[in-house]
């Protein structure tokens, strides 16, 4: 089969938490995620790191005793020194686009600085110049889970409306000075993340004694909100390009069987774990459903009608998202596979991969035609891939059939929903190169074209090496062949 949408946008993705180590190199402040140590999956007890032990207390614990411990993502995958050899390897595969996040904390350390680290735009300035210089374009995050830890300590994180301006500061820099060569922007990485797990935003239920839990949650997705509405529009008025989008992570679900109570029950999760933030972000107004969960779970949002406009008047000019799986959902809770941060149901007709996750080309062809149906606005995959345990083999490679068979089904699908009608323009493979996983913090659990010679411990020489996948992908796109 062939692709045929000449013009669509094949690429990989990256996160500097997890890809860039060098982690408090040249002015650079730490993020919340660079402060977790690695523990072995038997004493987390099979849940996701960041589900289990990411408080605040545990963090600044782990840190003091930092004496044998491992903090996997200072390290990462070194990009930070290796940048030119893993843009040339880019460029070979022949991606189009390269979607990449910025460390604030590299720009401005604590966040309240009045100039920029210039340092770290220096940093940057070569990796996008260098990218533009081997014909790849550019998406950028601004805040990939990398809120700076000074701004959880001084200022509380995100429940404090002072961060929206910091943030919106850090935004301005960037535009100032990366404008003319960034072509696509995404203020947060699956902004809807804090509302499940504030602390990934630098946000932590103890810094906030007096405040419940789910008011603690949609108040610090509310700011986000604000601040990415605001980030948008100076970026439409700075930049006068219709480039800015979102990134929420899209948990798609079908019902478990056709009882109508179970059907009540799947919108119910439609609508809460979905819809809610597509409808915010896409329309600009919090939606009705939304306003009686409020009610229900007493949360009452610190706003006015300023904020609210913002909301309204800046919506995003394309809704990018991450797929991975699909689970399903029930009145009674189905048996649950895997996931990174929350678990999903299990599909019986689904099979898994060695984290639990559950592979579903046929869900992002649903998926794509769902939001292009419900929005109208245009799309495009910013993660999606495979998570697979690998060792290189004699001939220094990876015989990663598995994800070339991954790759393939959920190309056919994003064809197919392109026939179906979908404005889909470009999609981006997670951890193009190997990189430190955000849940569990492996190594291990890798899903580049492109192998990094590092183990769970960083033993090893963090080379690169190309897996089967590498030639396939290429291959691939230089015929459109599937
Ligand atoms: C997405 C995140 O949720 O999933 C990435 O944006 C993350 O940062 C990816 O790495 C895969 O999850 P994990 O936990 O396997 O690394």
Redesign the pocket.
């Known amino acids: 089969m062939k692709f045929t949408k000449k013009d669509f946008l094949w690429g990989g993705a990256t ?1 500097a938490n ?1 890809f860039e180590g060098e982690f408090n190199k040249d002015g650079k402040s730490w993020s919340v995620l660079e402060m977790m140590p690695y523990i072995k999956l038997e004493e987390r007890g099979g849940m996701p790191l960041s589900n289990s032990k990411l408080s605040k207390e545990y963090l600044e614990k782990s840190f003091e005793n930092k004496e044998g411990l491992h903090y996997p993502k200072r390290i990462a995958s070194d990009h930070y020194n290796r940048y030119k050899e893993d843009i040339d390897l880019l460029a070979e595969a022949k991606i189009d686009v390269y979607r990449m996040s910025i460390a604030w904390g590299r720009i401005y350390p604590n966040g309240d600085e009045s100039k920029p680290n210039e340092k770290g735009l220096e940093f940057y300035r070569n990796v996008l110049t260098y990218c533009k210089q081997k014909g790849i374009k550019l998406m950028v995050t601004l805040n ?2 990398d809120t700076p830890y000074t701004i959880a300590q001084k200022y509380g994180g995100w429940m404090n409306k002072e961060v929206i301006n910091m943030f919106v500061k850090y935004a301005k820099t960037l535009f100032t000075e990366f404008g003319d060569i960034v072509d696509y922007w995404l203020p947060f ?2 902004i809807n993340v804090c509302s499940i797990f504030p602390m990934m935003s630098a946000t932590f239920p103890e810094d906030h004694p007096n405040v419940s839990f789910d008011q603690l949650r949609f108040q610090t997705l509310h700011n986000q909100l604000v601040a990415q509405a605001k980030v948008v529009q100076l970026g439409h008025e700075m930049l006068k390009k219709k480039i800015f989008g979102c990134m929420i ?1 899209n948990m798609t679900n079908y019902p478990m069987d056709c009882n109508p109570v179970n059907i009540i029950e799947w919108q119910k999760a439609e609508q809460t774990y979905r819809y809610f933030y597509f409808d915010i972000i896409a329309k600009g107004v919090y939606p009705t459903y939304a306003i009686k969960m409020f009610e229900k779970l007493n949360v009452k949002l610190d706003t006015n009608e300023e904020e609210m406009n913002i909301l309204k008047n800046n919506t995003v000019d394309f809704l990018s998202f ?1 797929y991975y799986s699909s689970g399903i959902i029930g009145k009674k809770e189905a048996d649950q596979s895997g996931g ?1 941060l929350i678990s999903m149901g299990k599909n019986p007709f689904l099979k898994e991969n060695e984290w639990g996750w559950q592979i579903d080309p046929q869900g992002l062809r649903y998926t794509l035609n769902d939001l292009w149906d419900r929005y109208n606005l245009p799309l495009f995959i910013s ?1 999606n891939g495979i ?1 697979w345990d690998e060792k290189l083999n004699d001939k220094k490679t990876v015989d990663d059939d598995y994800r070339i068979d991954y790759m393939k089904q959920h190309f056919m699908a994003i064809h197919d929903a392109i026939e179906d009608g979908v404005n889909v323009f470009g999609y981006t493979m ?2 193009v190169i190997d990189l430190v ?4 913090n492996e190594m291990s ?1 890798r899903y580049g074209i492109i192998y990094v010679d590092y183990d769970d411990l960083h033993n090893g020489t963090g080379d690169r090496f190309k897996k089967k996948s590498f030639n396939w992908f290429k291959n691939f796109k230089e015929t459109l062949e599937l």
């Open positions: 996160a997890q990939h889970y990485n699956e992570a991450s990174n993660e998570g997670w951890g996983s955000t849940s569990s659990k």
